[in-house]
């Protein structure tokens, strides 16, 4: 079937260190987006990329990373930078052209630095 | 600027209706949508609307436009405890259609 796959679900992280969030897509949609989740403020986005080797700063994209190298993966690098990374991280990609704009989402991966 | 906003939570008796409101800045807005997310998943697109409309409705599911105050509401008939998440309003804009921007959220509890 096809959908977006988040890895890992859960993630700790010791202070200073870098860590990659995983995102992969077999739904042949072009656009990829990252967004943080923390209680009471909604989703936040990080990154996005409409098509292959390019990719657009979001509100908060301070501390992360993106590549953007095959069209079904979109990996984020948690950078030392990010001050305050524990959160809930959202993967979710769309048909480029489509009107209507539909987001697909990932089921998450929930990063905890200790 | 963009901007979404939502209160953060609602409580309703399950068989009662559920109303979630939202309000948004950008008048250039092209389309909005309500999501609905699950305790420890991520969002699933419940319904849209066009900037154009005023309603739709799609069974239990209403979705009322008030463009000139910039308010969108939800409205869920008849509401089960399966109703119980947390519902985005989200919007997208004519001038940057690749960004879609979202409210804090709404967290909905049924109680019997």
């Known amino acids: 079937d096809g959908g977006i796959t988040q890895s890992p679900k859960y993630l700790f992280r010791k202070e200073g260190q870098n860590v990659t969030l995983s995102c992969e897509q077999n739904l042949n949609h072009d656009a990829m987006y990252w967004y943080r989740q923390d209680p009471g403020q909604g989703l936040r986005l990080i990154y996005y990329s409409q098509i292959v080797n390019d990719f657009q700063k979001g509100d908060i994209a301070e501390g992360y990373s993106v590549s953007r190298e095959k069209k079904e993966s979109f990996p984020l690098t948690v950078t030392s930078a990010q001050k305050n990374p524990t959160a809930f991280y959202l993967c979710?990609?769309?048909?480029?052209?489509?009107?209507?704009?539909?987001?697909?989402f990932g089921e998450g991966s929930r990063l905890t630095v200790l | 600027g963009e901007d979404v906003e939502q209160s953060l939570f609602l409580s309703v008796r399950e068989g009662d209706s559920s109303v979630i409101n939202c309000t948004y800045t950008d008048s250039s807005s092209t389309y909005l949508y309500w999501y609905k997310q699950e305790p420890g998943a991520g969002l699933q697109l419940l319904t849209y609307i066009f900037s154009n409309m005023d309603m739709k409705q799609d069974q239990r599911l209403t979705v009322l436009l008030n463009k000139k105050d910039k308010h969108l509401s939800l409205r869920i008939a008849d509401t089960q405890t399966g109703d119980s998440a947390i519902y985005f309003c989200?919007?997208?804009?004519?001038?940057?259609?690749?960004?879609?921007?979202f409210g804090s959220g709404t967290r909905l509890s049924i109680r019997p």
């Open positions: 979710a990609s769309r048909v480029a052209s489509t009107n209507t704009g539909e987001l697909f």
């Open positions: 989200a919007e997208s804009q004519y001038s940057s259609a690749s960004k879609i921007i």
